[in-house]
């Protein structure tokens, strides 16, 4: 089993900037990718950015140029820098991660974050 221990949401106005984190921790062998999701009262979750474990990123339209994946693999914790948020921005965030135990891939969330963006 693998859990997943999400950081960093809060309140934030128009414009400011917030990091999350997320550590992945428990029986790891290998994590594959990693990203986040959110999802705002009355629409689906959506992807907000990912992660392999090498290679490049993939953003969700609405965040690319703002918002910055990144991971520290040793740590097994991915971060995601947002810059400029918006109020339509805010939602609750979901870390995942795909783990690898040799045999399967099994994806796994985290408990979700609260980022709250003010006009």
């Known amino acids: 089993q693998v859990q997943l221990v999400e950081s960093g949401g809060g309140l934030v106005q128009a414009g400011g900037s917030l990091r999350l984190s997320c550590a992945a921790s428990?029986?790891?062998?290998?994590?594959?990718?990693m990203g986040w999701y959110r999802q705002a009262p009355g629409k689906e979750r959506e992807l907000v950015a990912g992660?392999?474990?090498?290679?490049?990123?993939d953003y969700g339209d609405s965040v690319k140029g703002r918002f910055t994946i990144s991971r520290d693999n040793a740590k097994n914790t991915v971060y995601l820098q947002m810059n400029s948020l918006k109020p339509e921005d805010t939602a609750v965030y979901y870390c995942?991660?795909?783990?690898?135990?040799?045999?399967?891939?099994?994806?796994?969330w985290g408990q979700g974050t609260q980022v709250t963006v003010s006009s």
């Open positions: 428990g029986s790891i062998f290998i994590i594959n990718g």
């Open positions: 992660i392999p474990r090498a290679g490049s990123s």
């Open positions: 995942y991660c795909k783990h690898n135990d040799g045999e399967h891939q099994v994806l796994y």
